[in-house]
């Protein structure tokens, strides 16, 4: 009996052996697994992706980049799905005319924007006669872009063009293009490539330029030898100036005009209308599609856009097609002029602003 008694607690031992241990081995396991759980959920560094070796290479080869610093900044650079998101969801591309205006050309938009001019009054002044752009023209993109300067953008520029470079293939080409110019942009400026905020798309500032746009147009118009776009209205003015000068903005020449079409030539007008942005249309053109006009061109572009009542049609001249390299949409380029004429007529009744 008492042999048996030994037997009975010296297993029962070894059972409570076993069972500690399964217990400890499943904690232990559970906290790997929990690890590896959140470990799985941190985002990937563009350090570890596939192309990132040619590219640095590539900008090493070029522009003497070292090693270090292109896997420092990779090594920090993460993709936001929600950028790939809104690329391919632009309000350009979704909404009418009725749903699109509405978010540009609103009173408090007109009053910020006159309340813009009356700060800035001798620097638009001085754009104006330097670039030949109209005043109300450089209030209104500052206006659509940022809602002059009150919001620049939530992006890491890094993060949103490494994004649209590495993992968005419809427009990797595009963005593998700006990433190079953004790693000269910090170079050049001498800030760290994670410190300057942008849109969704990469643009920078005030006005809103890509890169690329920043480098090759930005001017430093407060005369401190440094481009700040981020940060100095003064040279985004300037720099909006000069980018509409550089693609052809004639100075004095007509925008856009609305027209009037017979409804009899209704159909007839709307097949003619643009798809795209280019001036595709001939004064011949215009005269068999029984379209007035009186501003002198040679090529024009024919819009058709749905408003809050109906269908309306507008006739484009080349001022309308610059105001599109700064945005390749028609919706855009018409919000930036009804804006402008918007402030510039309201500026005129109260004789607010000299300009």
Excluded at 45 to 72: V, W
Excluded at 291 to 306: D, G, W
Excluded at 321 to 335: E, G
């Amino acid at each position: 009996m008492r042999v048996v008694r030994m037997m009975n607690s010296q297993t029962a031992q070894f059972i409570r052996t076993c069972i500690f241990s399964l217990l400890t081995l499943s904690a232990s396991d559970f906290a790997i697994a929990e690890v590896k759980k959140v470990e799985a959920q941190k985002p990937k560094s563009y350090f570890a992706h596939s192309s990132y070796s040619a590219f640095a290479n590539d900008m090493m080869q070029k522009h003497g980049f070292t090693e270090e610093h292109l896997s420092k900044t990779f090594g920090d650079a993460y993709r936001q799905q929600s950028i790939i998101d809104a690329m391919t969801r632009p309000a350009e591309k979704t909404k009418t005319w009725a749903e699109y205006r509405p978010i540009f050309v609103t009173p408090d938009q007109i009053k910020k924007g006159i309340n813009f001019c009356k700060q800035h009054e001798a620097t638009l002044q001085k754009a104006e006669k330097e670039f030949g752009v109209p005043a109300e023209i450089m209030i209104s993109i500052i206006g659509v872009e940022t809602r002059f300067g009150t919001f620049k953008g939530k992006y890491r520029v890094i993060d949103a063009i490494s994004t649209l470079a590495f993992d968005y293939p419809p427009r990797s080409d595009f963005f593998f293009k700006q990433l190079e110019e953004y790693l000269l942009l910090a170079r050049e400026l001498k800030v760290e490539t994670s410190s300057i905020l942008g849109s969704y798309a990469g643009a920078i500032g005030y006005p809103q330029f890509i890169p690329s746009s920043y480098r090759n147009f930005a001017v430093d118009f407060d005369g401190n030898k440094h481009i700040d776009l981020v940060n100095s209205p003064i040279d985004a003015i300037g720099s909006v100036g000069n980018y509409f000068k550089e693609h052809g903005w004639q100075a004095g020449a007509p925008t856009v005009d609305r027209i009037a079409v017979d409804s009899k030539l209704r159909e007839k007008v709307n097949t003619a209308s643009n798809k795209g942005l280019e001036l595709t249309l001939s004064q011949k053109d215009l005269t068999e599609l029984g379209i007035i006009y009186n501003a002198k061109a040679e090529k024009f572009a024919l819009f058709l856009f749905e408003g809050t009542k109906g269908p309306e049609y507008w006739l484009g001249y080349p001022n309308f097609y610059t105001i599109t390299r700064y945005n390749h949409s028609q919706l855009y380029a018409m919000a930036v002029y009804q804006l402008a004429q918007n402030i510039s007529e309201k500026i005129k009744q109260e004789k607010s602003c000299a300009i």
